[in-house]
């Protein structure tokens, strides 16, 4: 079944304390993003990576580093996470992505303390 | 001003009316228009998408895109509560193929 797949779907941590969310794709998607969800501000993107090794900033980089090692992985680092980092994040991937759909994962819901 | 802009809500509308939902977007060159459907606690899915003025149907949803005013909608024709969702319009902006900007969405009740 052609998915993009997080884990986990929920975390809560401390703040400070390092963290990884991961995300792969089986599509062969040379796009993928990252967002942020939070009530009355919509999707903001992360960031996002057109290719291996090729990664850019989104709208709302600070605090978040990413790599993609991997075509099918592009996981979202938070080196040092803060309580304003607490929100609703989601991996999505596509093919061409100015003329396709993007396929989400289910999403994860952090809480920074 | 938010470069892509939608009325939170809720709009309600009884089963079987047809629901209205639009979105204004302030980058003039925009080139591509998406509405995602997204059902709480769940991630967004395609609905539609648009390039061109003027119409787009598929079943009973209809996209309009009027680039002249800088706006996109989307016409739900007969209303079902299943529709019921927060629907995103989304803008892939004109100076980057890679950059699809969200509103914050609509949410759409459709009552029984």
């Known amino acids: 079944e052609a998915q993009v797949t997080q884990n986990p779907r929920y975390l809560i941590t401390v703040t400070g304390k390092k963290l990884t969310v991961t995300c792969s794709q089986n599509?062969?998607?040379?796009?993928m993003s990252w967002y942020r969800q939070d009530p009355g501000l919509g999707l903001r993107q992360i960031y996002y990576?057109?290719?291996?090794?090729?990664?850019d900033k989104g709208d709302v980089p600070e605090g978040y580093k990413v790599s993609r090692k991997e075509k099918r992985n592009f996981p979202l680092i938070l080196e040092s996470p803060s309580p304003n980092q607490t929100s609703l994040y989601f991996c999505?991937?596509?093919?061409?992505?100015?003329?396709?759909?993007?396929?989400f994962g289910n999403g994860t819901r952090l809480t920074v303390t | 001003q938010k470069e892509v802009e939608q009325n939170s809500g809720p709009l309600s509308v009884p089963e079987g009316a047809i629901a209205s939902l639009n979105c204004t977007y302030s980058?003039?060159?925009?080139?591509?228009f998406f509405w995602y459907r997204q059902y709480s606690g769940k991630s967004p899915e395609l609905i539609m998408f648009?390039?061109?003025?003027g119409d787009k149907e598929d079943g009973r949803f209809t996209a309009q895109l009027n680039k002249a005013s800088q706006y996109v909608s989307l016409l739900i024709r007969d209303s079902q509560p299943s529709d019921s969702a927060t629907y995103l319009c989304?803008?892939?902006?004109?100076?980057?193929?890679?950059?699809?900007?969200f509103g914050s969405g609509t949410r759409l009740l459709v009552r029984p």
């Open positions: 599509m062969n998607h040379e796009y």
């Open positions: 989304a803008v892939k902006g004109s100076w980057s193929s890679y950059k699809l900007i």
């Open positions: 648009i390039y061109s003025n």
């Open positions: 999505a991937s596509t093919l061409t992505p100015e003329d396709s759909p993007l396929h």
């Open positions: 990576s057109m290719n291996v090794e090729v990664t």
């Open positions: 980058d003039r060159g925009s080139q591509s």
